[in-house]
C-alpha cells in the first residue's frame, strides 16, 4: 500500500465517522418531535432539505442541468425515494413502535448486507478475509438483540412486531441505496460529490411536495405552536447536519474507500445512534449494550487490517 492509498484510506475512514455521528441523530430525531407522524416528519426533512439543497445548487445549476439525462433522472428519482423519503418513513415508524434501540439493532445489520454484496466486485477483499469483521458485526447485533427484543419495553408485542417490520424495511431500502449510490458516484466520478448529494436532494425535495397533499388530506393534528416551531426546527436541522454535510461526508467516504470497506463505516451510525438514545434516556447502557460497542469497534479494526493484508499476487510498495 502506497502512502497516497494509506492517507486516502484514512482520509475515507475519518470521512465515514463524521456520517455517522451526524446520521444518529436521524434516529433520535422521531423521539423528539414524537406527535408528528412518521410521514409528518419524513415530508418536513425533506422538504427542508430540497430548499437547502436548491439555494446551494442554484450557482452551478446550468452546468449540472446540461448533464441531465433520462437515465441519470431516472436514478437520482429511485436513488432519493429509496435511500430518502421511503427509507426515513419506515425508519421513524420503526423507532416510534420499537424504539431507538432495536432499530438501531436491525439498521446495523447493513454492514452485513453491503460488505456481502461488494465482496462480488472484481477487485475486491475476498469475502472470506473479511469473515472475523462480519462475524464481530453480527455478535455485536445479537447483543443489542437480546437487550431490545428478547427483553423488550412497554408496549403491545403486535405494536413492537411491526416496528420490527418497519426496521427491517429500512434495512432493505437503505441497503439498495447504499450499493446503488456507490454505483452512480462512480460513474459520475468526474461530479464533485457534494453537487451529486444536492442533486439527490433536489429530487427528494420534489418528492416531498407531492406528498405533501397527501399529508394535508389525512390532517395535521392538534398541535400549538411551539410543538410546530420544535417540528421546524428539528426538520431544518436534521436536514442541514445529515442530509447536507452527513451525506456530503458520506460520498466522500464511498469515493475514498472500497464498497465493502463502506459497508462497516455505517456501523458508526449504529454507534453514534445509541449514545444519542442514551443520552436522551439519561442512563447508562447496559452490560450487553457495552459489549455491543466493543464488538462494533473490534468489527471495523478488523475490517480495516483486512483491506491492509496485501492479497495473494499482487505487490504492494511501503
Do not use: K
Not at 425533506?46 to 436548491?54: E, P, Q, R
Request: hydrophobic share 60%.
Amino acid at each position: 500500500m502506497t502512502r497516497e492509498s494509506g492517507g486516502a484510506m484514512l482520509a475515507g475512514i475519518a470521512c465515514g465517522v463524521g456520517a455517522g455521528a451526524l446520521w444518529g441523530l436521524v434516529f433520535l430525531a422521531p423521539e423528539v418531535v414524537r406527535g408528528f407522524t412518521p410521514l409528518q416528519q419524513a415530508v418536513g426533512r425533506y422538504l427542508a432539505f430540497g430548499a437547502l439543497s436548491l439555494i446551494l445548487v442554484a450557482p452551478r445549476w446550468r452546468m449540472l442541468a446540461a448533464r441531465m439525462t433520462p437515465r441519470l433522472l431516472w436514478a437520482l428519482a429511485w436513488l432519493a425515494l429509496a435511500g430518502n423519503l421511503f427509507y426515513y418513513v419506515l425508519l421513524v415508524s420503526a423507532v416510534q413502535m420499537g424504539g431507538v434501540a432495536m432499530t438501531s439493532l436491525v439498521v446495523g445489520f447493513l454492514p452485513v448486507a453491503v460488505t456481502i454484496v461488494g465482496s462480488r466486485q472484481a477487485g475486491a477483499v475476498p469475502l472470506r478475509q473479511l469473515a472475523p469483521s462480519l462475524l464481530l458485526c453480527v455478535a455485536g447485533a445479537l447483543c443489542i438483540g437480546w437487550q431490545a427484543v428478547v427483553m423488550p419495553g412497554p408496549g403491545p408485542v403486535a405494536t413492537r412486531l411491526l416496528g420490527f417490520a418497519c426496521a427491517v424495511g429500512a434495512l432493505i431500502s437503505w441497503t439498495a441505496f447504499a450499493i446503488g449510490n456507490n454505483h452512480w458516484l462512480r460513474r459520475q466520478d468526474d461530479m464533485p460529490a457534494q453537487d451529486w448529494n444536492l442533486l439527490i436532494g433536489l429530487a427528494t425535495g420534489c418528492q416531498a411536495l407531492l406528498f405533501l397533499p397527501v399529508v394535508l388530506w389525512l390532517g395535521l393534528g392538534r398541535h400549538d405552536a411551539a410543538a410546530w416551531t420544535q417540528f421546524t426546527t428539528v426538520s431544518v436541522a436534521v436536514a442541514l447536519l445529515a442530509s447536507i454535510v452527513g451525506n456530503a461526508l458520506w460520498n466522500r467516504a464511498s469515493r475514498l474507500l472500497p464498497l465493502t470497506m463502506v459497508g462497516q463505516m455505517i456501523l458508526f451510525e449504529t454507534a453514534f445512534a445509541l449514545l444519542y438514545g442514551f443520552a436522551w434516556e439519561a442512563r447508562w447502557p447496559t452490560g450487553l449494550e457495552s459489549a455491543a460497542f466493543l464488538l462494533v469497534v473490534l468489527s471495523v479494526v478488523s475490517c480495516i487490517a483486512a483491506h491492509r493484508r496485501p492479497v495473494a499476487g499482487l505487490v504492494t510498495t511501503a
